[in-house]
């Protein structure tokens, strides 16, 4: 009998986050309501900070806040290319322009030496992605930003579960995380930004909802008030009850799934330890607990004769999934025809050449652990007998 395939990624899905969505369902509530509201308080407890504000995706948090930063054409925004498209392409519309900072080679985490490198008179933001759930060393970074008046808001896509100097990541300043379904816990789609500025939290909150002067959900009326006036031009990104409902299921377990994810880590680095074609990131040196969010691996493509993708081929013949975290947004075909190129971001562009991320999620076994590496060690073997 064929054993089941493993994807790269899956959402841990138990008869309690069903019947939380399903109570909803039931309520005659579903869009934006007391669930959303409650999801904003039990996740602003979690990270410690002073409030939250949940929106349809992470792409929608950002997109938010860089209207409330009024960043546009003439902007400078210090960013890695080494991270999802959403963020680039969001500076990109409107109209401000992306500076890639190259990343460290081992941890693919921007360093502070490099952002100080690349501001300028025109810099007006500077976002910082904390990687598979690894943090960036933020405070050098915030320090930068303090002394040039620059904001620093961090993408913590990954980062749900990410500590940084014994406080976790989204405590200070301004933060946005998503829970799509491969993170670390799901909403199913949906996102969340956190900060320690109540007023620019109001800003958002009248952005993520048409620009009215109430929020989608009036906690005082348990309702909406329809007299609600525009205070200014504004988006439709709230997030809706149902998905809150998932949400606040999910949170309830957040340290039992992440802790499961540690473990399923540290077999792996037990068990690829000292491979001669195949390196892990490295974690990086700075106080922190990671929240294992991927598992990334470098291949050697050079002493493996293989390029990365006909690797992943061959490793899906053998049941296992796997993917790209992620290919180099300034190497992507619409950067390149726009004024990027290839030799910029010398670290960048070597790991996104060879990076690949095997299984990793909570209901993962020992034993599919084991069967993704016993697959690589086939697949492998060839050159490394």
């Known amino acids: 009998m064929a054993l089941p395939f493993l994807p790269v990624a899956r959402p ?25 509201a409650s999801f904003e308080d039990e996740f602003a407890r979690l990270i410690d900070c002073r409030g939250a504000v949940a929106v349809n995706s992470g792409t929608s948090g950002m997109q938010l806040v860089l209207h409330a930063l009024n960043i546009g054409p003439g902007d400078e925004v210090i960013t890695p290319s080494m991270t999802w498209v959403s963020t680039v392409n969001l500076i990109t519309i409107r109209g401000a322009t992306p500076v890639f900072a190259d990343v460290d080679r081992d941890s693919l985490l921007i360093t502070p030496e490099e952002v100080e ?38 993408d913590a896509a990954h980062a749900v579960g990410t500590y940084y100097e014994g406080r976790h990541i989204g405590s200070v300043g301004t933060s946005v995380f998503s829970f799509h379904p491969i993170k670390n816990m799901t909403t199913g789609e949906g996102g969340m930004i956190c900060s320690d500025d109540t007023d620019f939290l109001d800003q958002i909150r009248q952005l993520r909802f048409h620009g009215l002067g109430v929020d989608a959900f009036d906690r005082t009326t348990q309702g909406r008030t329809p007299q609600a006036e525009v205070l200014q031009p504004g988006y439709k990104c709230n997030m809706p009850d149902l998905c809150a409902a998932l949400g606040l299921s999910q949170l309830a377990r957040i340290e039992q799934m992440n802790a499961r ?37 470098r291949l050697d493509t050079e002493a493996a004769n293989m390029t990365r993708e006909s690797f992943m081929e061959a490793l899906k013949t053998h049941g296992i999934g796997t993917g790209i975290h992620f290919r180099a947004v300034h190497l992507q075909k619409y950067y390149l025809e726009n004024g990027c190129s290839r030799g910029t971001l010398p ?28 697959a690589i060690t086939t697949v492998l073997a060839p050159v490394t007998v």
Not at 121 to 145: C, N, Q, W, Y
Not at 347 to 374: A, F, G, K
Request: one cysteine or more; aromatic letters at 6%; glycine letters at 4%.
């Open 117 to 154: 490198r690349l501001c300028t008179d025109k810099t007006k933001l500077i976002i910082p992605v904390h990687f598979a759930g690894a943090p960036v060393d933020m405070s050098p970074i915030r320090e930068i930003g303090r002394a040039r008046g620059i904001p620093v808001i961090e």
């Open 261 to 297: 994810r540690v473990e399923i880590a540290e077999r792996y680095l037990d068990r690829l330890s000292g491979h001669r074609l195949l390196k892990p990131l490295v974690p990086p040196p700075h106080d922190h607990v990671h929240a294992w969010h991927l598992f990334v691996v």
């Open 12 to 36: 841990s899905i138990t008869d309690a986050d069903t019947e939380a969505v399903l109570s909803v369902l039931k309520s005659g509530w579903i869009t934006t309501g007391p669930k959303s």
């Open 347 to 374: 670290n960048t562009e070597w790991n996104s050449d060879r990076i690949c991320s095997i299984p990793l999620y909570p209901d993962m076994t020992d034993q599919d652990v084991d069967r993704v590496v016993d």
